[in-house]
């Protein structure tokens, strides 16, 4: 669950902005369910391990928050239905357009291939992506300052 993902840089007078100016990437602040197998910044250090994978997000720091706790309210404490999160920051360092901002069907084509290209060479590294949507895909991607990795 992402609460809230913002560009570090980018206009800040347009509101739907996708660093529509210079930026510098973009921060996650998401609570992850503390039952999940995996950390999402333990999968990209994982994904890049062997040096940067084209075609997945460039993070340069993330985080897990296991201080930051938080549960659903309306249910008890000890009620096995509910769901207890992690406050999760993670920078990422690339930034691009959302595949809504094709404008023809040869870019939609071209960035269809490159994302299942992309998948392969992840199911390749052991990991599978459950969540590729029209929000996850960016196309004209950049990383415009690459920074030392450090993770928690």
Not at 128 to 151: A, C, E, G, M, Q
């Amino acid at each position: 669950m992402t609460w809230v993902g913002f560009e570090i840089g980018g206009d800040p007078k347009v509101l739907d902005s996708v660093c529509t100016k210079d930026c510098v990437g973009v921060v996650k602040v998401s609570y992850q369910d503390t039952q999940g197998k995996f950390k999402e910044g333990e999968l990209l250090d994982r994904v890049h391990a062997d040096g940067w994978l084209p075609g997945v997000v460039r993070h340069t720091f993330w985080e897990r928050e296991e201080a930051r706790k938080v549960g659903d309210v309306t249910l008890p404490d000890n009620d096995p239905n509910r769901i207890v999160r992690v406050k999760e920051t993670i920078h990422l360092g690339s930034v691009g357009d959302p595949l809504s901002q094709c404008s023809t069907p040869l870019q939609m084509l071209k960035v269809a291939y490159d994302a299942a290209e992309t998948h392969l060479q992840l199911l390749k590294r052991g990991v599978l992506h459950r969540d590729l949507s029209w929000f996850n895909i960016l196309w004209y991607v950049t990383s415009p300052t690459i920074f030392t990795r450090r993770s928690n």
